[in-house]
């Protein structure tokens, strides 16, 4: 099943802010404010990042972005999916 176009723009915007600022730290709560979607959908889109490995999750459950060479290349390219 694919994404919905507004849960793909959420994305895109999510991982924008985490490019353009990777110190950034975001709670669910936060993404919420950020997208304006729903708190599930927005810790599924943020797990889910976790998952392919452009966030970790801190033990107080804030999201990072985890910096390596391999995202060089995503941001360069802006592609992900």
Do not use: N
């Amino acid at each position: 099943m694919r994404p919905t176009p507004r849960v793909e723009t959420a994305v895109q915007e999510l991982k924008g802010i985490f490019l353009e600022v990777p110190a950034t730290e975001m709670t669910v709560e936060t993404a919420c404010r950020v997208t304006g979607l729903e708190e599930s959908t927005c810790d599924v889109i943020l797990r889910a990042l976790e998952d392919v490995h452009f966030l970790r999750r801190r033990g107080d459950g804030v999201f990072v972005f985890v910096y390596g060479a391999e995202h060089a290349d995503r941001r360069r390219s802006d592609r992900w999916s």
